[in-house]
């Protein structure tokens, strides 16, 4: 088949999720930096100011305000690709929740399991049938070091988790004579609104030092055009997972209570 982004002069497009701040956002300003366009989502107001700074380096960016925990949010989101072939998906909505699991709201509760869990495959399930008809695409889940430590104080998180880097594997082999990539990215604490809007900021964790989301989606945007399986970012973090493979995961729970518990954060 020809590539007709050479032949007409398109750039080729790429589509993140949960780009108004964070690892989201410099996710898509690595796509920017590297010709691709863009349609970046978020369920807040930001989303609009973040495409405008990405215009400002540069880029043709479209942005989409939508609910990525809903059907019908993702629904928008698809709409707005308007038949265009994706060549890039970065799956990165995600959200947190601190405090015991028997004292969240379970409004809360499912909302996490909503945007981690149910909108990131309905949204990969419909693009990702997109680019096996066409033989051609990449694309970045990002999981968490998380998912591989039982998360005593945030246990629905850790197991949201738990559950993308599983299933980012299992379809990249399922996919692996497609043409498709799969990557999944492993980030520890990174610095985002994520500790705030997880009401984790009375936390070791939360108040902790933590890298740079700059240098995460460096690390997530290379492996994905690498079309690595997975990459966990920081040595810290990559010696943590080593860790968490051989750890019994009763002593793993432990030590995420001692980050993680109401009360134990810097004063």
């Excluded at 497009?13 to 949960?18: K, N, S």
């Excluded at 993308?164 to 604490?189: H, Q, W």
């Excluded at 984790?200 to 030092?209: C, Q």
Aim: hydrophobic share 40%; glycine share 12%; proline share 3%.
């Amino acid at each position: 088949m020809p590539d007709t982004r050479k032949a007409n002069g398109a750039k080729p497009l790429a589509i993140v999720t949960g780009a108004s701040t964070g690892i989201g956002l410099e996710l898509a300003r690595e796509c920017a930096k590297n010709n691709f366009d863009l349609i970046i989502a978020a369920n807040e107001p930001e989303i609009e100011q973040a495409a405008d700074l990405l215009r400002g380096d540069g880029a043709n960016v479209e942005a989409v305000q939508a609910d990525l925990a809903t059907i019908e949010g993702v629904d928008r989101l698809y709409k707005a690709i308007g038949g265009r072939d994706v060549h890039a998906l970065l799956a990165n909505a995600g959200r947190g929740l601190g405090k015991g699991f028997l004292d969240q709201d379970f409004d809360d509760i499912r909302f996490v399991i909503d945007t981690n869990v149910t909108g990131t495959v309905y949204l990969i399930h419909k693009i990702g049938r997109d680019m096996r008809a066409r033989g051609d695409g990449r694309i970045l889940i990002v999981g968490s070091i998380a998912g591989f430590i039982p998360g005593t104080y945030q246990a629905v998180y850790n197991a949201t988790k738990a559950f993308l880097d599983s299933f980012s594997y299992a379809l990249r082999e399922e996919l692996k004579d497609t043409g498709i990539t799969v990557t999944c990215l492993m980030p520890g604490p990174t610095e985002t609104q994520f500790f705030r809007r997880a009401d984790l900021m009375d936390t070791k964790v939360g108040t902790g030092s933590k890298d740079d989301p700059v240098d995460v989606a460096k690390d997530g945007f290379k492996a994905m055009m690498d079309g690595s399986g997975g990459v966990v970012s920081g040595l810290q973090n990559k010696m943590q997972v080593a860790a968490a493979h051989v750890a019994p995961a009763e002593l793993l729970a432990k030590q995420h209570a001692a980050q993680a518990a109401p009360g134990t954060g810097k004063s």
